[in-house]
């Protein structure tokens, strides 16, 4: 059964801090690993990350993945409140049925505190 | 890019009775997608909608109870039916577009 593993569940920091969330998957025909941010209702995406050692940032946050270990990381630093938030993770999958699908992680619900 | 309008933003229901949820896409996409978020969970499929044929559903979830509904390339509805409590949750729509998902605001249903 495809799965999507996210550590920690939640994690409290101080603004400054530089934090990792991992993500690690066991999914059937891996397609792509996506990141969110998910802050009221509905996530913002973040990354989209399709290749093993390429690192993709975007200001402060930064992420890669390492498709031969089954694992993706996103990287934090010099946190700041506005950042508290729960960060998914997310496997897309292609089924049997040539639809990709997405498999959401539990997240990691990360609060910044000034 | 895609741009989803998902109605209503909330609601409260009484047990027993059905809800319908919209969301409208403002380009024509081919698949759409209804996830449910339980309070302190993480999203769920719960089908996917493609136009001009049935849904498929995900484990655990019926047609009769999230009918849902995709009469062309921009529109969905999802109908949680016979509600309860326990039924009580975010529901999301989404879209992909090229490599990008794309979420409407969501729901936020309680049933009481």
């Known amino acids: 059964e495809d799965k999507v593993v996210q550590s920690p569940l939640s994690l409290v920091v101080h603004e400054g801090d530089t934090v990792t969330l991992n993500c690690s998957y066991e999914?059937?025909?891996?397609?792509?690993l996506l990141w969110y941010k998910q802050e009221k209702k509905a996530p913002t995406f973040l990354f989209m990350l399709?290749?093993?050692?390429i690192e993709k940032k975007s200001g402060r946050l930064s992420s890669i993945l390492d498709k031969k270990e089954l694992f993706s990381i996103l990287n934090i630093t010099a946190t700041q409140t506005g950042d508290s938030a729960i960060y998914l993770c997310?496997?897309?999958?292609?089924?049997?049925?040539?639809?990709?699908?997405?498999?959401f992680g539990p997240g990691t619900s990360l609060s910044v505190i000034p | 890019s895609a741009v989803i309008s998902q109605k209503p933003s909330r609601d409260i229901c009484q047990r027993g009775t059905s809800l319908t949820i919209q969301c409208q896409v403002d380009?024509?996409?081919?698949?759409m997608f209804w996830y449910r978020q339980q309070p302190g969970q993480s999203l769920t499929l719960i089908a996917t909608?493609?136009?001009?044929?049935?849904?498929?559903?995900e484990s655990g979830f019926v047609i009769d109870k999230f009918p849902i509904s995709r009469p062309n390339l921009t529109f969905s509805t999802l109908t949680v039916s016979n509600m309860s409590p326990e039924d009580s949750s975010i529901y999301l729509c989404?879209?992909?577009?090229?490599?990008?998902?794309?979420f409407g605001q969501g729901t936020r249903l309680t049933v009481v």
């Open positions: 997310a496997v897309e999958a292609r089924t049997e049925t040539s639809y990709d699908k997405v498999i």
């Open positions: 989404s879209t992909r577009v090229n490599t990008e998902a794309f």
């Open positions: 999914v059937t025909n891996f397609r792509s």
């Open positions: 380009s024509q996409v081919t698949m």
């Open positions: 909608a493609n136009q001009g044929s049935e849904a498929t559903y």
């Open positions: 399709t290749s093993s050692g």
